[in-house]
């Protein structure tokens, strides 16, 4: 069965700025990114150091919905923050190393084929667990990443604290990167990469907000009443 279309929730800039007020820490760098970045809830939470790059301002996403890589850019405003957040994590992962842990999960059998590179500081977590735990598929006592839970529940409770009454969650951050990036003119063939949308039918999806009515269309209420209620002024 044809699933019915649904439009995404889309917060305003400033909408967007109260929830993201209402987060600290590290939720905050994760909103952030969900907003800035236009990263997915499992993107974030499985970011990895290698893959933020500094000197270019950008994230590699690896192995996104569909399996797809894609660049992103890296907004200015977490940098620091970032930078000091990664020197903590970069001390827990060397008490992990002192203490015989520090192996991380690798993908596709890299584990085998590169044999030291789980220990290694390129490939932690961005956001790690904050206790180790036993891998199920493995046996082996490490340290995953933030459970996507923490980030959920952080910024639905954000939502519900700034007042908003739009049914949002974490990705109505994503929704509203991409709306407010088309708002401020950036082309639309740009906005589907950033997304890595397979068709830009998809992409065009977030026009439907862009600072106008539905589709763009003035109210005939307006046209009606307008006019007269300015001859009053």
């Given at each position: ?12 800039p400033e909408e967007v700025k109260q929830v993201l007020l209402q987060l600290d820490g590290v939720n905050w760098l ?57 020197l903590k994590v970069k001390k827990v992962h060397e008490n992990d190393l002192k203490e015989g842990f520090g192996a ?25 667990a904050s206790h180790r735990s036993i891998d199920p598929r493995s046996g082996i006592d490490r340290r995953h990443h ?88």
């Amino acid at each position: 069965a044809k699933r019915p279309e649904r439009l995404p929730v889309v917060f305003t800039p400033e909408e967007v700025k109260q929830v993201l007020l209402q987060l600290d820490g590290v939720n905050w760098l994760m909103g952030q990114l969900l907003y800035g970045a236009g990263l997915r809830v499992m993107e974030c939470v499985r970011l990895r150091v290698k893959d933020i790059d500094f000197g270019y301002r950008q994230i590699v996403v690896r192995d996104g919905k569909g399996k797809k890589d894609r660049i992103t850019m890296l907004p200015t405003i977490i940098i620091d923050e970032l930078q000091r957040h990664l020197l903590k994590v970069k001390k827990v992962h060397e008490n992990d190393l002192k203490e015989g842990f520090g192996a991380v999960f690798l993908p596709y059998a890299l584990e085998t084929k590169y044999q030291n590179a789980n220990r290694s500081w390129a490939w932690q977590y961005v956001f790690p667990a904050s206790h180790r735990s036993i891998d199920p598929r493995s046996g082996i006592d490490r340290r995953h990443h933030i459970s996507e839970s923490v980030l959920l529940r952080a910024v639905k409770n954000a939502i519900r604290r700034s007042g908003i009454t739009k049914a949002g969650s974490c990705h109505a951050l994503r929704h509203s990167f991409a709306t407010h990036l088309l708002e401020a003119g950036y082309d639309i063939r740009t906005v589907q990469e950033l997304l890595v949308h397979k068709d830009v039918s998809t992409t065009m999806i977030y026009t439907h907000v862009l600072n106008r009515g539905g589709k763009g269309v003035q109210s005939p209420g307006d046209m009606l009443f307008m006019p007269e209620r300015k001859a009053k002024k």
